[in-house]
Every structure is written in structure tokens, then in C-alpha cells.
T-cell receptor
Framework: DADVTQTPRNRITKTGKRIMLECSQTKGHDRMYWYRQDPGLGLRLIYYSFDVKDINKGEISDGYSVSRQAQAKFSLSLESAIPNQTALYFC???????????FGSGTRLTVV | AQSVTQPDIHITVSEGASLELRCNYSYGATPYLFWYVQSPGQGLQLLLKYFSGDTLVQGIKGFEAEFKRSQSSFNLRKPSVHWSDAAEYFCAVGPPRGGYNKLIFGAGTRLAVHP
């Protein structure tokens, strides 16, 4: 099994719908992150969490919310999806320091 | 402001040729530095990292990178490119000590390899 698992892998949804992207990890890391990737823009941070009681906004949090249900689970919700939220979404975990991130395989979301 | 610049959006090289991908950063202190690779349909995989010591670091798949403090650069190199290296490459920087370890990513460089 993958260290960081994202579900679903692909999703098409309609404008205005609420959608949840899920992330679970077996790394035992405290730090978890949600990024979105857009062509030519790289990865931009949406939300991050240090532990279950610690949730922080990233640079592009508007229109998104998150839930850290457990150390191993970090979900991203789009309350009312809009077409410009069409992107590739990545969950990542980290143990901090110079160790970088472990990424999930991504969720490709299309809002029509 | 903290930022990462990858000046080349697309690069095309011939198989067997050498490769250098550029990365420049703006940061308050010397950050931790990373290179990631993203193959089509895949997540990001760590190629190599620098946080202290020898400024030339070796990574997986035959890649290396050199940290140059005076130029605020961390360029990625490979002496002989293979067709399987075709992918998108991201440079990233992170805080040098603890905390949330938020990484800032560049926009990426897409590498194409001609046979």
C-alpha cells in the first residue's frame, strides 16, 4: 500500500456541488498539507496541519475547508465547487526538518 | 517575499546529452532546498535535497545539484539524459529550522527527451 493515499483519483463534478477529497497516510508524520497544481503555476499551498487540533490557511484557502479527523487523515472540501477550482490536488506529509515531503498520487478534479 | 524561480518552462534535450535545470530562490536565510520530479500521472518524488555541508549533492537516478549561496541558486544536473527522464521537475525551498516546514515550489520545468 502507498504511504500517502488520496481518494478519489479522478472526479468530475458540477458547479455548486460540495465535494470532499480524502487523504490518509501510514508514515506516522504529524504534518500534513494540501496543495493544488495548475499548469505554469507549480504547487500552491491550500491548508496545512501540524496535528489534529492545529489547522492553518495557506496562500489560496478561499473556497476550501479542511478536516483533520486523526493524525493519519486530512480531508479537503470544496463547499461549492466552481470551474476555476479545476486542478490537480496533492496531499503531502512531512516529519519536518530537512526531510521534505511524501506526496500522494494526486486527485484530478474537474468542475463543469 | 519568499519565492522560487525556475526560468525555463520547457526544455528539450537529446538522449545522451547533458542537462542543467535552473533554480533561483529568494529567502530570508539559507533555506533547505529540494528537487522533485513528477512523471506523467504520478505524484512528486524527491530527487535530492540540500540542508548543510557539501554544496554538491547527489540524488537518485544519477542527478546532482549544486548550491551556490552567492547566486541564490540550486541548479539540477545530469551528465547523460535517458528517455525515461522526461518529466516535470520542481525546485522547492523550506525553512531551515523546524516549524511547519512549509515548502514553496517553483512553477516547474517540463523536460522532453528526443531519441
Amino acid at each position: 500500500d502507498a504511504d500517502v493515499t488520496q481518494t478519489p483519483r479522478n472526479r468530475i463534478t458540477k458547479t455548486g456541488k460540495r465535494i470532499m477529497l480524502e487523504c490518509s497516510q501510514t508514515k506516522g508524520h504529524d504534518r500534513m498539507y494540501w496543495y493544488r497544481q495548475d499548469p505554469g503555476l507549480g504547487l500552491r499551498l491550500i491548508y496545512y496541519s501540524f496535528d489534529v487540533k492545529d489547522i492553518n490557511k495557506g496562500e489560496i484557502s478561499d473556497g476550501y475547508s479542511v478536516s483533520r479527523q486523526a493524525q493519519a487523515k486530512f480531508s479537503l472540501s470544496l463547499e461549492s465547487a466552481i470551474p476555476n477550482q479545476t486542478a490537480l490536488y496533492f496531499c503531502a506529509t512531512s516529519e519536518g526538518g530537512p526531510y521534505g515531503y511524501t506526496f500522494g498520487s494526486g486527485t484530478r478534479l474537474t468542475v463543469v | 517575499a519568499q519565492s522560487v524561480t525556475q526560468p525555463d518552462i520547457h526544455i528539450t534535450v537529446s538522449e545522451g546529452a547533458s542537462l542543467e535545470l535552473r533554480c533561483n530562490y529568494s529567502y530570508g536565510a539559507t533555506p533547505y532546498l529540494f528537487w522533485y520530479v513528477q512523471s506523467p500521472g504520478q505524484g512528486l518524488q524527491l530527487l535530492l535535497k540540500y540542508f548543510s555541508g557539501d554544496t554538491l549533492v547527489q540524488g537518485i537516478k544519477g542527478f546532482e545539484a549544486e548550491f551556490k549561496r552567492s547566486q541564490s541558486s540550486f541548479n539540477l544536473r545530469k551528465p547523460s539524459v535517458h528517455w525515461s527522464d522526461a518529466a516535470e521537475y520542481f525546485c522547492a525551498v523550506g525553512p531551515p529550522r523546524g516549524g511547519y516546514n512549509k515548502l514553496i515550489f517553483g512553477a516547474g520545468t517540463r523536460l522532453a527527451v528526443h531519441p
